[in-house]
């Protein structure tokens, strides 16, 4: 595997933004347009819950959203990870049920694991989590889950986004159950459509008043992930509770990470570097899209994203994308194999490939190799098939 | 309570470094120097247990002050209350003990009553912890306790420096216990007199090979405490598990923040940054001390601390910090009140003075504040001694 670290490894698998997307200029400027004594408050502790100018620029954003963020309360995290683990250390035992959708994003599972919940996934559909799989679940557990977790806009790693029908239902399903809603939205603001934008309006702004909702964001995926910025937006007693752990997690977020990110959102960088990777990201998802089409044999399913990261490969139920990763590698390209993000660790059959950190003249050269494989893999199967 | 929160108020109360010495100057210069790629990675997530080029250099400082950097493992944190946090989470389940010194940081305190176990404060005394009250608590206990937390460098709050016997015995104590030490230093560089540094030589660099030491370090003293850094030195086995939590707890650290530590360290503002620190500490010390020996009324001690933020002032029984406190605030000047150390949360007769965030000028004058309070509870309390 002479290539599976090299240069000439080309890569589906990272879900991060591509270097070369970073707003360096931009912080730039902040960075040497700060006063003295607002540089002194970088290297200083600030409150736990986060740096109160900060904390405004979010209301406004979330406010804008028509999030609850006047009468809600926001913390600001060491990104939105850290704020399912503080949720997780709020409400979950060692044994309690966590609901998750399947697939799901991977490292809300590893924190649920990590706090040992019994976790069930739900399928999902191109319109979101399957409300009767869901239902049947709910009925049928003698404990009540502690949550669901889901990511309803451009999902990491089916690249889906929920209609308003089915953000609809799943809100009644939960109507009266007590099961709280975590709404992760790291990826609402990348949708490649501007028209689509009404689409991606958060669960927590349907006003359910009988539904809890925790939300949560991210500013990994708007400005940079080594900032580990996120936020959560929750009712004042689940905000109470989260702000004690946030405490003995690490007394609070760095100072110097938040001034610089209040400066991008409130110095008016934020608005325009939200079009450019919009517009970096729907060409990439484009020109993997007509490769994919162009490329790769029949029976290969996918919804084309409508805006994220991700585009998730369905493969036929012949096929191992376990054994496919294997031989990709050998030939110098990778993604993620599905199993990653199902709860069970089972489902083989899916392949996730991320376009956020790749270079655009790469995309099809990765896509002509990993058709190759795929398709070896199709006449193996076939030939299997003749012979049994 | 008018300057209760005015700028008028005198404080003695934040264990945290005067705003005025950060070295903003020096990060400029780092941030303005940062090659392009440089910056593009402090924008991008990093490896879970930290930023390669830091590791080798806290590697590096680790091998000069004797710790076995090379065969145990650094894990980089957002603060040394990250890896208290992840070391609690890592051993720590509902009800078991942990043993800490009385006084104790009390944001350690909090992590571990977040965890829910059950906190055993062994008194401690001008040289370190009493080994025979230790002694004791360890022979009369049914389970054995978990871990031992201790700060033997500028002790917070107590302010003393474990002599090199009471860290030998202490080690004596703990070998063939299968109690695990935890060894914060958090202050160990910041002594006062250079003939004092090899005083501070860290507990696990004693080569003690049959007593378990983690030992954990932070930037927020020798740098700044919004970097939120800090990190934790030890064996393969406990750094393996230490890392599958903090992947759970929020992924990686900072990048950009580990990048500016790691040229400050590198590019060598550290170390002249350090003697500046130190010389500044020592001066307010000693103005503090100076002033307490001329206004204090007779009665009061304490150990004049060899480094670190922190006096710690043992008043005569019959008065009570807290009461003081109150008086205090009235008059315009605030501390910390002892009980907060307390594990028992009891201990109602000493108060916290710290001088790290005190400009020169208001220390003297916050003294004759207290003094006076100090003294007008010694009034009474000798009045009712006589009535009664």
Redesign the interface.
Known sequence: MKQSSGKGLISFAGG??N??L???KQ??KI??SLS??T????????PTTGYPPLIRSLQKMMLKKGLPAKTDKILV???S??AI?IITQEFVNEGDIILTENPCFV?AL??F??YRAKIIGIPIDEEGIDIDALRKVISTLKRPPKFLYITPNFHNPAGILYTEKRRRALLETLSGTDIILIEDDAYGDLYFDVNDKPLTRPLKSYHAYDVEIIYTGSF?KI??????LGYMLSSPEIFEKAE??K???????????QILAQHFIDEGYLTPYLDFLRKEYSERKEILQRSLEEHLPDGIRWIEPKGGFYIWLRLPNELSASAIFKDCLEKGVVFVAGKTFDPENEEDHNLRLSFSNMPKKEIEKGVVLLSKVIKNHLKVSMLYDTNT
Chains 1, 2 share one sequence.
């Not at 400005?223 to 580990?228: I, S, T």
């Open positions: 991060m933004p270097n070369d970073f707003p360096v912080i730039d960075y040497n003295d004594d540089k002194k408050l970088c290297f200083q502790y600030g995290t060491t990104g990870l850290q683990s490292g590893s924190v694991e990590t990994s400005l940079g992930p080594g900032f580990r004690t752990i405490q003995a997690l690490d007394a609070c977020t760095s100072n110097f990470m």
